[in-house]
């Protein structure tokens, strides 16, 4: 069984809806995180928790909230979607004895927003 | 503001090596990092380096770090079809992880 699941894979959703994406992890770490990834730019960071208790920004925080709502999930809510959404999201973890470099990805979920 | 960059895209034929190059800004990294990524899947991380070394070997890779020029790059010999992927570079230590935008790498018979 893959260590970092993501659900669903594969979304398409109207403007304005709201909409929650999942990740869960059986890798025992405390760091999570949430990334998006649009061609040409790379990954970017939304935010990122270092244990249940603890919910930081990312770069790109704005239109997005998140919930720990255990160590093993960690879950990326969209309140009202817009197309500028549309976009590759990937869920990772770290363990806290390596910090963030060696982190642990998800399959990812492909989002579009019509 | 931190920054790291990749050329986009590379070309190779089967059985020649690859390059892929990187730069990045930030003089405080502690460890740079290779993510791969292939069709439909996340990043899956490759190998990485000390900022204190020059060099790291890992079977058929290579990783070379220039810190004075802020410069890295990864060697894979003798590349295969199923070394085309994405790959990605990523200048991190314990708080942060900042990703290029990646290096398309096509292998073609």
């Known amino acids: 069984d893959a260590d970092v699941t993501q659900t669903p894979r594969n979304r398409i959703t109207k403007t304005g809806k709201r909409i929650m994406l999942e990740c869960s992890q059986t890798?025992?770490?405390?760091?999570m995180y949430w990334y998006r990834q649009d061609p040409g730019l790379g990954l970017r960071l939304i935010y990122y928790?270092?244990?249940?208790?603890?919910?930081n920004k990312g770069e790109i925080s704005d239109g997005y909230s998140v919930s720990r709502q255990a160590q093993a999930k960690f879950s990326l809510s969209l309140e009202s979607a817009i197309p500028n959404q549309t976009a590759l999201y990937f869920c990772?973890?770290?363990?806290?004895?390596?910090?963030?470099?060696?982190?642990?990805f998800g399959p990812g979920t492909r989002l579009t927003v019509t | 503001g931190e920054d790291v960059e990749q050329s986009l895209f590379l070309s190779v034929r089967e059985g020649d090596s690859s390059v892929i190059n990187c730069t990045y800004t930030?003089?405080?990294?502690?460890?740079l990092y290779w993510y791969k990524q292939e069709p439909g899947a996340g990043l899956q991380l490759l190998t990485y380096?000390?900022?204190?070394?020059d060099m790291k070997q890992d079977q058929r890779l290579t990783v070379l770090l220039n810190k004075k020029d802020k410069h890295l790059s990864l060697r894979i010999a003798d590349t295969q079809t199923g070394d085309s992927a994405i790959y990605f570079c990523?200048?991190?230590?314990?708080?942060?992880?900042?990703f290029g935008a990646g290096t398309r790498l096509a292998v073609h018979p």
């Open positions: 380096i000390f900022s204190n070394m």
């Open positions: 928790s270092f244990d249940v208790k603890d919910i």
């Open positions: 930030d003089s405080s990294s502690t460890y």
């Open positions: 990523a200048d991190g230590g314990y708080n942060k992880l900042i």
């Open positions: 890798k025992g770490h405390d760091r």
């Open positions: 990772a973890t770290s363990a806290s004895t390596t910090g963030f470099g060696e982190q642990y």
